[in-house]
């Protein structure tokens, strides 16, 4: 079992950047392939991005492409996500999830990922 932790999150005013850090701890974070995800208050958890587990591979939302960079270091079992540009409509919570090579399917797909982080706050000021 693989434990996930975020940090990074904060107030940043409209135009501004963070970078947003996901540890693991329990396996080799590059047994997993990562996710983020965001939610918003009253609205649902929806995908930000993701990367496979040598980090080959990279997937986007559209909400986000252009403006955020999936990342990993696996030598220091950390996953990234710097955030550029960035909006009011950015304001979210964020979330890291790691899945299982074999389970992960759909990248964008929350049901693929087995294990989650708490979240950190995002909140962008207009």
């Known amino acids: 079992q693989v434990q996930l932790v975020e940090s990074g999150g904060g107030l940043v005013q409209a135009g501004g950047s963070l970078r947003l850090s996901c540890a693991t701890s329990g396996r080799a974070a590059s047994e997993y392939a990562m996710g983020w995800f965001r939610q918003a208050p009253g609205k649902e958890r929806e995908f930000a991005a993701a990367?496979?587990?040598?980090?080959?591979?990279?997937y986007y939302a559209d909400s986000v492409k252009g403006r955020f960079t999936i990342s990993r270091d696996n030598a220091k079992n950390t996953v990234y996500l710097q955030m550029n540009s960035l909006k009011p409509e950015d304001t979210a919570i964020y979330y890291c999830?790691?899945?299982?090579?074999?389970?992960?399917?759909?990248?964008?797909?929350?049901?693929?990922?087995?294990?989650w982080g708490q979240g950190t706050q995002v909140t962008v000021s207009s």
């Open positions: 999830a790691a899945a299982r090579p074999t389970a992960w399917g759909t990248p964008s797909k929350g049901a693929n990922y087995d294990y």
């Open positions: 990367i496979s587990r040598f980090g080959v591979n990279l």
